[in-house]
């Protein structure tokens, strides 16, 4: 079983920052296609942003310009740098690893079922 563990969620003003981390297996970091959802009690799961293996990325719109994905090599660990939070930012983040790349020709956030492995999530909570 692919152990996800993220760490970096709390409670921020609107306008602020917080930077989500997500740790993989060494095999998961290197060869799969990763990425954060969120979730809010009630409503589906929303692909947020996306990298593959190849450094490809997917954006979900709402928070393009806002929200940077990115990996540290060095410690097999996912990041999300989040700037310029919103209150309807507010939600549990999730990190997910699928077996895939990003296809080019498809320039939308896979849907939550293209993922097999899912960390336990970080809140995230935004006050206006």
């Known amino acids: 079983q692919v152990q996800l563990v993220e760490s970096g969620g709390g409670s921020v003003q609107a306008g602020g920052s917080l930077r989500l981390s997500c740790a993989a297996p060494e095999d998961t970091y290197r060869n799969a296609c990763m990425a954060w959802f969120r979730q809010a009690p009630g409503k589906e799961r929303e692909g947020v942003a996306a990298i593959d293996r190849d450094g490809s990325m997917r954006y979900a719109a709402s928070v393009k310009g806002r929200f940077t994905i990115s990996k540290d090599n060095a410690r097999n660990t996912l990041s999300l740098q989040m700037n310029n939070l919103k209150p309807e930012d507010t939600d549990m983040y999730y990190c997910?690893?699928?077996?895939?790349?990003?296809?080019?020709?498809?320039?939308?956030?896979?849907?939550?079922?293209?993922?097999?492995?899912w960390g336990q999530g970080t809140q995230v909570t935004v006050s206006s």
């Open positions: 997910a690893a699928g077996p895939f790349r990003l296809h080019p020709a498809t320039p939308t956030m896979p849907p939550p079922a293209a993922f097999r492995y």
